[in-house]
């Protein structure tokens, strides 16, 4: 338990990380820096873009498997790191 | 012949049993080939023939109807809750958070996924992966393609009679809308079930035009008003002015009244710049220049008779056939008209007398389009017969510039708003032709053909790169111009002023020797007549300018083939020279041999 806290609080105290969202493989955010609207919003639409990546992985290889996935935009980064039955969701900004 | 052989069997023994017995073959008939009958037969060459035995397959396109989509976003809202847990119920879901965390798997997964991702967000902090690789290095000049225009789009009259397309008008506000006059103007052509419609059209949509506007008489020219874009005025066959309210619909919100319109079809109508913004002004084939109203058609405000001799003689008038107004110079305006004349008038004058200021003798026929140049109002350019000239103001005796005669006849030209030294004529075979005069004035930049039938109207949309012409056949092709005749650059002005400047020049100097030369030449032929007695004074007698006309016109000649024997005899001459002098050479080198 402690040792999940205190990563959570080094990703969290990383230059530029704006959020940490937990979600879990039914779509239910179980653990957040962020506020309620937009931790509903991420988890909900990046469940589904995850679920789509890992399909088309999978599609492509059968032996393959999605290990990271990360989606560039102008304003900043999202990271996602997809797990059997969780995902570790993390927002930056890195040029601050 | 028939080989009969007849086998007969009496009644009694039949039902006998058959005594067979061997007996040698016999030869019942023996017929041999006739060799005659052969000529009568040719035998056939060999022929090979192939044969395929393959799948027949055939293809086909089909155009499916419009299938309208829609794009629509699905918020997904909260995640599968179990079926329990009520996802409102915020103590719920605290709990089932809580418990969550607690799961194994949980603080297992989750340390794995926290190392792999605080490795990539080091990464990200290392790496500044928004900076710009290539700031500060030159823009790279983009090499100059060849002038090019794309068709966009056509659209097609909708009736079975096709009418030419006589007047387009853009909307005043961004040129979403083209206003377009269908009318025939063949004398005598139009055939009773011809529609008397005209349209407007939205840019985007040629399947239906987004307006019919219905007048009495077809519409031969119309204009939409540049301060209230949702009005229109109209000239029609018959000679009246209409007007339009778009919001109001089809039908004309008012017409002027028969009696104090033209009589002939009003072939242009400008909307003027007044304070009240609902003035204008009309030309037509009749003489008469009216200016009109908006509010009130029932009568025009004022009435110019286009007459050389001002004296406002209705028979003695001119034509109009084109108008020419510039919002620069309310004051003045420009009328061409079917004789070749080009008049330059004054509103403001006190007298009638005074409103024509001069004219300009342009073409050998009507003039079919005449502007000012957007950017040097000085200039203009006028379209008719075969060739497109350029004048300036000061210049009354000829135009300075003049383009080639071309091979079919011009009937429509505009500038381009956007680049002062371009220009759009249009011809009958269905050419539309881009002209850059800094560039080239022999030849046009750029020779489309845009149809097969004439081409009659033409209009380029105020950001200079739509261009809209219209054909006989009732087609408006949407044009769009390359972007470089369309993109002001940065010389443009200043070189075209100077190119304008030249010219002008060029043409005073040619004008003050003419009259030099007609002045010399008067003092002349006074004093020639002074000496002699008993010759009349006064007008010549049209048959002696004729016989002096003829008599010039042959010593003319003789001149010319007495020069051109000289310059053959001189050729003569010269080639002799070179035969002799080749002759002597090779008597020079025949002689040189033999000595050596």
Known sequence: ?96 | MEIVHVYTKDREEFGRQCLLWDRPTELLADILPDQNLASNFIQRNHRDQAVQAGRQVSEHQVNTERFESDSHGVNHVEGGWPKDINPLDMEQTIRFRKKAEKDESYLNSIQQLGSVTEYCSRQNNAVDIYQEPFDGWEEVEESPEPPSAKTINVFRDPNEVRRTVTGLSWHPDGGRKLAAAYSCLDFQKTSRDMSLDSYIWDVENPNRPELILKPASPLVCLDYNPKDPHTLVGGSYNGQIVYWDTRRGSQPVELSSVEHSHRDPVYKIIWLQSKTGTDAFSASTDGQVLWWDARRLSEPTERLVLDPTREGNLDRALGAISLEFEATMPTKFMVGTEQGLVVSCNRKAKTPTEKIVCTYDGHHGPVYALQRNPFFPKNFLTVGDWTARIWSEDIKESSIMCTKYQMSYLTDACWSPVRPSVFFTLKMDGMLEVWDILFKQSDPMLSLKVCDRALYSLRVQDNGRLVACGSQQGETTLLEICSELSTLQKNDKSLLATMFERETKREKILEARQREIRLKERSRSEQSREEEIGREDGEDDPDQLITRAESDFYSQVEAELKRRERREEEALREKDVCEEKEVNDEEEAGRNETSS
């Open chain 1, 1 to 96: 338990m402690a040792e999940v806290e205190e990563t959570l609080k080094r990703i969290q105290g990383q230059k530029g990380v704006q959020g940490i969202i937990i979600v879990n493989s039914e779509g239910i955010p179980v653990k957040t820096t962020l506020d309620n609207s937009s931790t509903v919003q991420y988890a909900g639409l990046i469940h589904q873009l995850v679920m789509k990546a890992r399909s088309t992985v999978r599609d492509i290889d059968p032996q393959n498997d999605l290990t990271f996935l990360r989606v560039r935009s102008k304003k900043n980064e999202i990271m996602i790191a997809p797990d059997k039955d969780y995902f570790l969701i993390v927002i930056q900004n890195p040029s601050d």
